[in-house]
């Protein structure tokens, strides 16, 4: 069964979340990872300054299987992400995760616009279990005086109603914004 790493990957690294600003080289994506993954994707030759508001992403892991994946709740979101960012396990830190790939958000569109379905894919045999593990990783669009709140959390489908942002610049309380 075709899994997400079939997509391939464009050429990449990674890099602690902090600090800005990053600008990503002309010729690759600089994907920012924070202690509970990956939290947003830069695209190739363009700058976060410190106070952009991070791009959204989609996380999941690289062996997820393609079908799952494309009628997920969280993919319902692709047109509005940067980029889908493939993760898997490091061999190296037993436990934690890698980033495997980054599938950009163009590529994940013209996927996605093509109406996917199981049977295109072949998919007939039996269903693994349990909903696949996809996230949507965003940065709050809060703005106060100016002030953009930018605080990163991750979602399994976009909430009907927001939940209270998490709120890392101590700004006025107030819920997520998408
Ligand atoms: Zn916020």
């Known amino acids: 069964m075709p899994t997400l790493r079939d997509l391939g990957s464009e050429p990449f690294e990674s890099m602690p979340a902090d600090p ?67 993760t898997e396990p490091d061999q190296d830190r037993a436990g934690q995760l890698r980033i495997a790939g980054v599938v950009s958000g163009r590529t994940l569109t013209r996927m996605m616009l093509r109406g996917p379905t199981r049977s295109t894919f072949g998919i007939t045999g039996p269903m693994l279990p349990g909903p696949p593990q996809i996230l949507i990783a965003r940065s709050c669009g ?22 209270g942002c998490p709120n890392q610049r101590a700004l006025t309380a107030h819920l997520f914004s998408w």
């Open 20 to 86: 800005r600003p990053v600008t990503a080289p002309d010729d690759r994506w600089v994907v920012l990872a924070g202690e509970a993954g990956p939290v947003c994707a830069i695209q190739p030759a363009t700058t976060l300054a410190d106070g952009d508001r991070p791009p959204g992403i989609l996380v999941a892991s690289a062996d997820t299987d393609l079908a799952d994946a494309l009628q997920s709740d969280a993919f319902e979101q692709f047109a509005d992400v940067a980029a889908l960012v493939l």
């Open 142 to 163: 809060y703005v106060e005086a100016g002030t953009t709140c930018g605080t990163p959390k991750s979602f399994r489908l976009r909430p009907a109603v927001m939940p």
